[in-house]
């Protein structure tokens, strides 16, 4: 397609075809510039093609020729070949170099095709395919100027303006007419030039396209003639003497070459020229002149004229003595002509004047000149040659040539009496053929012929003959009901005829005094019929005849009622016996009632209505049913014959597809009566319903003519388009899919899938075949409110209808069936541009017109079934695909073996039906869509386009590249060339997506150097050129004139900026093409002025096509911020944040995407339905079935977007232009649905803009002159907040904004954490007023009670919102949390309090509602653990500050969070490590949250005793992570992870400690936390028996940390019972005791390695990848420096430094030491188990402690700093170490006072070291001081 303005290089075929076909590829503009340039080559006619000449044969020599305004160089084989063409055509040199090249151009279509030039073979093959290309253009430009003639008055041609305002000028000028005429003559007396005598094949082509010549010039000088030009009497004579030299084209010079196709010529040659003699005549007027031509008369040129009266009568007696009848035949028309002239002149004055003058008698001359005619058979010619027009609908000028033809016969039958000759019959069936398919031509007869009674003399000769002779009649009054107004006139005739002849018998009349009946007159054929039609005794008759008894009589009565009578007739006479109602008498009625009703669409129930007027002999009523029955069963009858009346099954089978909309109970009976195909549900056909199978279809494809079938094909056509109308008539529905479903399966299986190898008489039939059985599929299919379920939830179960199954029946069997089927509709597909235009070229517009609408079908199914394919397919490949893909085609005129797809690409550039190149691109983006789903590997598109893929892309981009606005150009052709850009931008952003290599060559245009950034060689085609090839070129023309766009043609800016968006996402492939989109002069001022752009005075499109591309600014945008690694550069970018992220910008923007414009006429389209009363019928079935990610590129935005307004027009029977309130409804409703789908996505690209630049650039864009970022970024959170706080029904349209919204939320308060953690209490103060407000907008979202009901709300995009904003929460709660340490302030103190409390029992209640729902679903899961960590975060602040704590922990405590989830561990299945089948997190991951939740609600005694009273101890003793323990079956580590089971483990041992700690009651709990290690012994046997000797690893270090705390807390109880803890008072000290020795076990060791740190390196292992990754990252292990293994060594010895920690404190209580050290007496406690070796390693241990404690005060170790701290000043510890050890000394010295006088001395000032440090750090009081006395006090004894 051209697209452009440029038509200077525009073929003259092309030119023909475009005027002809009624195309508009080019601008008004432009072709108002061409006819102007071209007026002296018009009216040079066949003149324009020069003979060769010197000047042209010099430029030629010097092979340097001009084409497309440059000089090109040819070789010698070309020049040699331009030499051989000029002289064997006889053409100038210089058009024959240009007839070369548009031959090339046309072969090869497109620039980048004419590369093959140097490839050519300049050889005979060439040079005669030159001549043809040659030979067609000079036939072409004649034919060209004779449609631009007849197109210049048609008001419906897109160029008739333009024509008018040339074409005048030129035809009416007698230059161009005396050129015509002697080009003609010129032609008419040409013989083969001498140079080709001897080349018989290019002599017959010569002879052939001179009679084309001949032809082209006829038909100029008949339009010219007929309808523009009046022609004086010379001119006329002029004329017809011109003609009859050559005897009106009889005499051929060249005819002993004449073949077929020039037989064919031949005759239409002379045709013409009778016709256009008949032309010159005038006869229509002369019929208006009375005798005594007394009337004005100056325009009848010739009867004014004595002189040119008798030259012509002279010329024309030449012929009354022509012998040859086939001669004479040709020439009769005007021998009958100037007879029936000359007798309309026989009484006038102008007869007298020819007789006295000139001797010429006109009455008798009239008669002989009639009587010659009559012999040379010119009825039979008229005949034949009206018949013919019948099979050549396709030339525009046949009702020029009826109407010439109907003014002769006209003529004729007003000037004699026609009524008894005997070739009445051939005159009835010339006027039959002229009439037929002539509205025009009928209005006339009854406007203008039927009120005179000479003119009318032949339908009343038929008429008085009717039904004697009742064929003239049907037939003539079928003919001329051609359209509603003449239907009309014809049904009113027919309704109340007035005369009645028949035969009679004998004794039925009397003929004295007067004919007259004496017995009753039945006037239908059967006497004992069911239908009266009867005329009582006593009417006076006119007997005609004897012999035969023919008599006629005056009755009224009605046509239509003889025809049931007669049809009655014919189902009630047996096969065998002899019936005047044959089969053809029926054929004449059915073809005459199907007229009428065809053309009486609006007036059908009148005509009805008047059938069922018919009065029934039992006085019965006669009913529409009982007419379509007799109808049905008229068919089976004639199915009966030997020999098939296919005519009459085929006007049955008509006449039923015009009843069928008008009485529903035709589907019963064609059920019942009708014998169609009948299929089973299983695709098996049934007995009954084999008739066509068996019968019908082997005798059309033995005859080779197929009405019957294409009628049955009209049949079900009409069937699928009733059923889809919707119904309140109960079991319809049924009864229709039964019929439709055998009728369609029949089709499916016995007809389209092989009648491409059927024998046709007739292409058309076969052309006819294919398209009208697509056409059905597609009628199925384009229903899709069968099959589509209701959006709403209580019709999710609705079962699918048997409607739906004969959908799916199609989709499935074309889809993934078998070749067999699939094959013709790729046959279809693959016919090519070309074949249309071929049948265009060789003038044949009805064939070509059904393969273009056959290609647009199959276009359009394979569209469908892609959609269905993307939509239901589950990305499952299928046949139909695989064989698109895997299809060649070969080309019908080259021969060349094309790929499917290619020849798909190919109809991208076709001109003469726009809807084609937009359907191609659609089907390839569905392709590519589909084809990229492909494993292991999709497809190469590029590989099918081969070495035409820059031939394809250039085409696209040249339509890419359609201009904005083009001058004068027609609305509905301007919006089609926009469909066609927005489709082709669309293939373009899908090919870059899915397929690169094509995609790199959109962008580089086929330039190499483009690909990479390697230096290669020059490219030798011009950059402009490879630039103009590229998609980039038209994406900046787009831009560069964006304003116009917008304005003009509104989709393709956002096609446009959407290709380049996709750019952005694939920027590594596309990076060079990136960059040169970038160097686009003023690119990001553009992008700008796009985003700031407002049209408020525009139409509803052109504003919601400019937010949508502003949406797509925002996006690129985006996509440049996270691409870009130089943010310093992007201050284009910078100010559009500025803009949309100011409060108001972005609250305008969050308005617009939540209106409810949508409410209204959703409701009001509800209503509409509602009062329909159509039961199931509901909106949501006519929701377009969208293709997921393809939504953007084939769906419009508009008034047809969401709701398909154009299905719902069908199924209410109207059109869709029809102004029906409720598809006005349904339209407004897609606008508004419309401006909000573009409103949220508008607000989702801002939101991407905001989100991804925030995250890439960070806190300085949101910081402002007037407002630091933590203000603007807690203002943005505050607006959205309050929005969330104000919805109040949370529609799918809503959540799909607020779940992006609430991402946004998340991400500001994040980012505001962040920036709040660099600030100064002062700032702090400064932001409180909007802090304070964000915080209760926060909480005032929790109180939303929609907002709480998303919890279990089954959308998932509820769920994303409702998360985001619970995280949105535990953000704020984290923060306040931080901010408490440093801001003292009695206010924020009282605000956070509030915010907590009412924060809580929303926690609270929704944790309980997801605990207590039975339901297994992911999204619940995720919630719970947000919840349970937001729970976790409230209580650890309130308790951290004193904030209200108490009113928290009673809210606590109320609810039933600590028993739900009590419940949730003891069922959990944690053992399941994956996420669950939802998608959800895993129970092993929330029982971890929930334990972690107990670890903090044990801190607080109140809580801790509701776990303890909700069987806590109970629940972890039951659940499965102890039968784990129990079994033995907790390993530690999981191959390269830590097990999750034994974390849990581990947790649960310390939610069991913290809880004994804090319980108030703790001694009723001991029993229950014994019971519990008990249980679990063996584990924590195993755990002291190898906890060291093995190597060291978190996993079991954090286990033996746990235990140590726990027996640490159990020995605290023990303590504080009342005896001291001797007492067994419930009190196992046997079990403690074992606790003891495994700690003390441990405890050594643990000393042991870390006084060897080599043996302690040697032991350390990182076990899992978190392992080392915590120790890769952690800052606390700097000092180890780059040594992984170092670092995690330091680790394992704060772990180990914890665990002793936790066993001396044990030691410490288990032996009293502020007891012993008050008494003095620590003799007593050696006796339990402390030996002198365990005493000096603790001691020593604590040395070493106390020497890193600066060290491990400076660190920030997870707080084990203070740790290790707390254990080098534990008072009590050291006190217990120095008291035990002096002790031991003591009694050592007492043992050996000689040699352990040293060793103790050394013992002794070890402790005594210790308690100084402990007396200057000021710990353990009274204690430290007495030990330090006790200490004196032996060192002076020893």
């Keep these: 397609m051209s697209g452009n303005s440029n038509m200077e290089h525009i073929s003259r075929a092309d030119l023909f075809q475009t005027i002809e076909l009624k195309a508009s590829p080019f601008s008004k503009e432009a072709f108002a510039d061409y006819l102007q340039r071209e007026k002296e080559t018009m009216n040079a006619l066949l003149d324009a093609f020069k003979p060769p000449s010197a000047a042209s044969r010099k430029t030629l020599d010097s092979c340097m020729m001009t084409y497309e305004g440059q000089s090109i160089k040819i070789k010698q084989a070309e020049h040699d070949f331009l030499v051989r063409l000029s002289e064997t055509a006889q053409l100038d040199e210089t058009q024959s170099f240009l007839a070369l090249r548009g031959f090339l151009r046309h072969q090869f279509q497109s620039a980048a095709g004419r590369a093959r030039y140097a490839s050519l073979v300049y050889d005979d093959a060439?040079?005669?395919?030159?001549?043809?290309?040659?030979?067609?253009?000079?036939?072409?430009?004649?034919?060209?100027?004779?449609?631009?003639?007849?197109?210049?008055?048609?008001?419906?041609?897109?160029?008739?303006?333009?024509?008018?305002?040339?074409?005048?000028?030129?035809?009416r000028t007698p230059l161009f007419m005396q050129n015509a005429l002697a080009q003609l003559t010129q032609r008419m007396s040409s013989r083969v030039p001498l140079h080709l005598e001897t080349q018989s094949r290019r002599a017959v082509r010569w002879s052939v396209q001179n009679l084309r010549e001949q032809k082209g010039l006829l038909q100029i000088l008949f339009t010219m003639f007929y309808d523009e030009v009046q022609v004086d009497s010379n001119v006329a004579v002029d004329i017809i003497k011109t003609l009859n030299a050559s005897k009106f084209g009889l005499d051929q010079p060249n005819a002993s070459l004449f073949e077929e196709e020039a037989y064919l010529l031949w005759n239409d040659v002379t045709h013409l020229c009778v016709v256009i003699a008949l032309t010159v005549m005038d006869l229509e007027r002369v019929m208006d002149v009375d005798e005594s031509m007394d009337d004005d008369s100056s325009h009848l040129v010739l009867i004014q004229h004595p002189n040119h009266m008798y030259e012509l009568t002279k010329l024309f007696q030449k012929?009354?003595?022509?012998?040859?009848?086939?001669?004479?035949?040709?020439?009769?028309?005007?021998?009958?002509?100037?007879?029936?002239?000359?007798?309309?002149?026989?009484?006038?004055?102008?007869?007298?004047?020819?007789?006295?003058?000139?001797?010429?008698?006109?009455?008798?001359?009239?008669?002989?000149?009639?009587?010659?005619?009559?012999?040379?058979?010119?009825?039979?010619?008229?005949?034949?040659?009206?018949k013919s027009y019948a099979d050549i609908q396709d030339n525009p000028n046949i009702v020029g040539y009826k109407s010439v033809l109907k003014g002769l016969l006209t003529l004729f039958i007003s000037c004699f009496n026609v009524s008894d000759t005997p070739k009445f019959g051939a005159i009835v069936s010339c006027f039959v053929q002229l009439f037929q398919g002539s509205p025009d031509l009928c209005e006339q007869f009854w406007l203008q012929d039927y009120p005179l009674p000479d003119r009318r003399s032949l339908l009343d000769a038929a008429r008085n003959k009717f039904p004697l002779e009742q064929g003239g009649l049907v037939k003539l009054l079928c003919s001329l009901c051609s359209n509603q107004a003449t239907a009309g006139f014809v049904f009113k005739y027919l309704a109340d005829l007035k005369a009645f002849t028949g035969t009679f018998e004998s004794g039925m009349i009397e003929t004295f005094p007067a004919p007259v009946l004496v017995k009753h007159y039945e006037l239908g054929p059967n006497a004992q019929g069911k239908y009266s039609l009867l005329v009582r005794a006593g009417k006076p008759v006119r007997i005609i005849s004897v012999h035969p008894p023919i008599m006629q009589m005056s009755v009224n009565?009605?046509?239509?009622?003889?025809?049931?009578?007669?049809?009655?007739?014919?189902?009630?006479?047996?096969?065998?016996?002899?019936?005047?109602?044959?089969?053809?008498?029926?054929?004449?009625?059915?073809?005459?009632?199907?007229?009428?009703?065809?053309?009486?669409?609006?007036?059908?129930?009148?005509?009805?209505?008047?059938?069922?007027?018919?009065?029934?002999?039992?006085?019965?009523?006669f009913t529409p049913n009982d007419f379509i029955s007799m109808i049905c069963r008229a068919f089976s009858r004639a199915c009966a014959y030997d020999s098939l009346p296919t005519g009459l099954l085929t006007a049955c089978l008509k006449t039923l597809s015009l009843l069928l909309h008008f009485e529903s109970n035709a589907w019963y009976l064609l059920r019942q009566e009708m014998p169609i195909p009948r299929y089973s549900s299983d695709m098996n056909p049934s007995a009954s319903g084999r008739y066509m199978q068996q019968r019908l279809l082997p005798y059309e494809r033995s005859s080779g003519q197929y009405s019957t079938t294409l009628a049955f094909l009209d049949l079900v056509l009409t069937m699928c388009l009733e059923s889809q109308h919707l119904t309140a008539i109960e079991g319809l529905s049924e009864i229709q899919t039964e019929v439709l479903s055998s009728c369609v399966k029949y089709i499916h299986s016995e007809v389209f899938p092989t009648y491409n190898s059927w024998r046709y008489a007739k292409l058309s039939d076969k052309l006819n075949i294919g398209l009208k059985v697509?056409?059905?599929?597609?009628?199925?299919?384009?229903?899709?409110?069968?099959?589509?379920?209701?959006?709403?939830?209580?019709?999710?179960?609705?079962?699918?209808?048997?409607?739906?199954?004969?959908?799916?029946?199609?989709v499935d069997t074309y889809l993934s069936g078998s070749m067999f089927q699939v094959s013709p509709v790729l046959d279809i597909l693959g016919a090519g541009s070309e074949a249309p235009d071929r049948f265009y070229r060789a003038q044949k517009i009805q064939e070509g017109s059904i393969v273009e609408e056959s290609i647009v079908e199959a276009l359009s199914f394979v569209k469908m079934l892609l959609m269905e394919r993307k939509v239901n397919g589950g990305g499952a490949k299928t046949l139909l695909e695989h064989a698109i893909l895997d299809k060649s085609v070969t080309s019908a005129s080259k021969g060349d073996v094309t790929e499917l797809v290619h020849v798909i690409a190919s109809y991208v550039s076709y001109d003469y039906n726009l809807s084609v190149p937009k359907l191609s691109s659609e089907v390839l983006i569905l392709l590519c869509s589909v084809a990229s789903e492909w494993t292991p590997r999709p497809p190469s598109f590029i590989g099918y386009f081969g070495s035409d893929a820059l031939s394809v892309v250039s085409t696209f981009v040249e339509l890419a590249s359609y201009p904005a606005t083009e001058s004068g150009e027609d609305p509905k052709i301007s919006k089609s060339k926009e469909l066609i850009q927005h489709a082709v931008l669309s293939f373009v952003s899908v090919v870059l997506q899915t397929q690169k290599g094509l995609g790199t060559l959109f962008l580089t245009g086929g330039d190499s150097n483009s690909t990479s950034r390697s230096p290669k060689k020059p490219s030798k085609q011009p950059a402009s050129a490879r630039k103009s090839l590229s998609i980039v070129s038209s994406i900046e023309m787009i831009l560069n004139n964006w304003k116009t766009f917008a304005e003009n043609r509104p989709s393709i800016l956002p096609a446009a900026l959407h290709v380049l968006e996709v750019l952005w996402h694939g920027t590594q492939e596309f990076h060079t093409a990136l960059e040169s989109v970038k160097e686009i002069k003023g690119f990001w001022e553009t992008l700008r002025a796009i985003m700031n752009a407002r049209f408020p005075d525009a139409e509803f499109s052109v504003r919601l096509n400019l937010q949508l591309a502003q949406s797509l600014v925002f996006k690129i945008f985006a996509n440049e911020v996270f691409y870009t690694r130089d943010v310093s550069k992007l201050d284009n970018i910078v100010k559009a944040f500025k803009k949309v992220s100011?409060?108001?910008?972005?609250?305008?923007?969050?308005?617009?995407a939540l209106s409810d414009a949508s409410y209204a006429p959703e409701q009001k389209l509800a209503d509409e339905l509602e009062k329909l009363r159509i039961p199931g019928l509901h909106m949501t079935q006519f929701i377009k079935p969208f293709a997921g990610v393809l939504d953007d590129?084939?769906?419009?935005?508009?008034?047809?977007?969401?709701?398909?307004?154009?299905?719902?027009?069908?199924?209410?029977?109207?059109?869709?232009?029809?102004?029906?309130?409720?598809?006005?409804?349904?339209?407004?409703?897609?606008?508004?649905?419309s401006a909000m789908d573009v409103g949220v996505k508008m607000l989702k690209s801002v939101i991407s803009f905001l989100k991804v630049c925030t995250l890439k650039i960070g806190l300085k864009m949101w910081s402002d002159t007037s407002k630091n970022s933590s203000q603007r970024l807690l203002e943005l959170t505050n607006v959205i907040c309050e929005q969330v706080n104000g919805v109040e029904n949370y529609s799918q349209h809503k959540l799909a904004i607020f779940s992006d919204v609430s991402s946004l939320l998340t991400l500001l308060l994040s980012t505001w954490s962040i920036d709040a953690g660099t600030q100064k209490p002062s700032d702090f103060k400064d932001l409180s007023v909007i802090l304070f407000r964000c915080m209760d907008s926060l909480q005032s979202c929790l109180t939303n009670s929609d907002f709480r009901n998303l919890l279990f709300s089954p959308h998932e995009l509820a769920h994303t919102c409702y998360n985001q904003i619970w995280t949105a929460v535990l953000i704020m709660v984290k923060r306040l949390s931080s901010a408490v340490d440093f801001w003292k302030d009695s206010k924020f103190d009282a605000q956070c309090s509030k915010f907590c409390v009412g924060v809580l029992p929303y926690v609270l209640r929704s944790l309980e509602a997801i605990l207590s729902t039975k339901k297994d679903v992911g999204y619940l899961s995720d919630h719970s653990l947000v919840l349970i960590s937001l729970t976790n975060e409230l209580m650890l602040f309130v308790d951290r500050f004193s904030l209200a704590s108490e009113t928290c922990v009673s809210m606590t405590r109320e609810s039933s969070v600590i028993s739900l989830t009590m419940n949730f561990i003891y069922a959990a299945t944690v053992t399941r490590q994956a996420t669950d089948s939802n998608g959800g997190a895993d129970e092993l991951l929330i029982s971890e949250c929930m334990l972690r939740l107990f670890l903090v609600f044990a801190r607080t005694p109140a809580l801790a005793d509701e776990l303890a009273a909700n069987g806590l101890v109970a629940a972890f003793c039951n659940c499965e992570v102890s039968q784990l323990v129990v079994n033995g079956q907790m390993p530690v580590y999981l191959g390269a992870e830590r097990n999750p089971v034994h974390r849990l483990w581990c947790l649960m041992v310390s939610v069991v400690g913290v809880t004994l700690r804090n319980r108030t009651r703790r001694g009723q709990f001991y029993n229950s936390v014994v019971g519990f290690l008990k249980l679990h012994w063996n584990q924590v046997?195993?755990?002291?028996?190898?906890?060291?000797?093995?190597?060291?690893?978190?996993?079991?270090?954090?286990?033996?940390?746990?235990?140590?705390?726990?027996?640490?807390?159990?020995?605290?109880?023990?303590?504080?019972?009342?005896?001291?803890?001797?007492?067994?008072?419930?009190i196992d000290l046997e079990f403690m005791n074992a606790c003891r020795d495994r700690e003390l076990r441990v405890f050594s060791q643990s000393v042991y390695l870390l006084r060897h740190p080599t043996t302690l390196a040697s032991k350390c292992t990182l076990m899992s990848r978190d392992e080392m990754e915590f120790v890769s990252t952690d800052t606390s292990f700097a000092d180890a420096g780059n040594d992984a293994q170092a670092a995690w060594v330091e680790y394992i010895k704060a772990q180990l430094t914890l665990i002793n920690r936790n066993i001396i404190s044990f030691i410490c209580i288990a032996y009293n030491v502020e007891a012993c050290l008050a008494v003095g007496n620590a003799g007593s406690y050696v006796k339990r188990g402390l030996s002198l070796g365990t005493l000096s390693e603790c001691l020593s241990h604590c040395l070493d402690t106390l020497a890193q404690t600066s060290k491990l005060a400076s660190s920030s170790n997870g707080g084990r700093a203070d740790i290790v701290l707390d254990l080098a000043r534990n008072s009590q510890s050291m006190c217990l170490m120095v008291s035990q050890l002096i002790g031991l000394i003591v009694g050592h010295v007492v043992a050996h006072e000689n040699e352990g006088r040293r060793e103790a001395a050394d013992n002794i000032q070890q402790a005594k070291s210790v308690l100084e440090i402990l007396a200057r750090d000021g710990k353990g009081g009274s204690c430290v001081k007495d030990g330090l006395r006790e200490v004196d006090l032996f060192m002076e004894r020893v």
């Design 126 to 171: 060439l040079l005669d395919a030159v001549l043809a290309f040659h030979f067609n253009e000079r036939s072409c430009s004649l034919d060209g100027i004779a449609a631009m003639i007849r197109s210049m008055n048609d008001g419906d041609h897109p160029y008739a303006h333009e024509l008018k305002n040339v074409l005048p000028d030129i035809i």
């Design 319 to 386: 012929y009354l003595g022509t012998v040859n009848m086939n001669e004479g035949a040709v020439i009769s028309p005007l021998l009958l002509a100037w007879g029936s002239l000359l007798q309309k002149l026989s009484n006038s004055p102008m007869a007298e004047e020819l007789l006295h003058d000139h001797g010429v008698q006109a009455a008798s001359d009239s008669v002989k000149f009639v009587e010659k005619a009559n012999e040379l058979g010119v009825f039979d010619y008229l005949e034949n040659s009206t």
């Design 557 to 621: 009565y009605s046509a239509f009622h003889l025809f049931i009578a007669y049809m009655d007739a014919f189902l009630e006479t047996s096969l065998t016996a002899q019936s005047r109602v044959t089969a053809d008498v029926m054929l004449d009625w059915f073809l005459l009632l199907n007229t009428v009703l065809q053309h009486s669409e609006d007036s059908l129930p009148e005509v009805i209505a008047h059938l069922c007027r018919l009065r029934v002999v039992d006085d019965q009523e």
């Design 774 to 810: 697509l056409q059905i599929y597609n009628a199925i299919l384009s229903d899709f409110t069968v099959s589509a379920k209701s959006r709403e939830t209580d019709r999710e179960g609705e079962d699918i209808s048997a409607k739906s199954n004969l959908r799916q029946f199609l």
């Design 1142 to 1152: 100011a409060v108001e910008e972005f609250t305008n923007l969050f308005r617009n």
């Design 1193 to 1233: 590129y084939l769906i419009e935005l508009g008034e047809n977007s969401f709701y398909d307004s154009a299905l719902l027009a069908s199924k209410l029977g109207v059109s869709d232009t029809e102004n029906v309130h409720i598809i006005a409804v349904m339209r407004e409703l897609n606008l508004a649905l």
């Design 1581 to 1626: 046997e195993s755990v002291f028996g190898v906890a060291l000797d093995q190597s060291l690893n978190v996993g079991r270090l954090e286990e033996l940390e746990v235990y140590t705390e726990l027996m640490h807390d159990m020995m605290v109880v023990v303590s504080s019972e009342p005896n001291g803890g001797d007492a067994d008072d419930g």
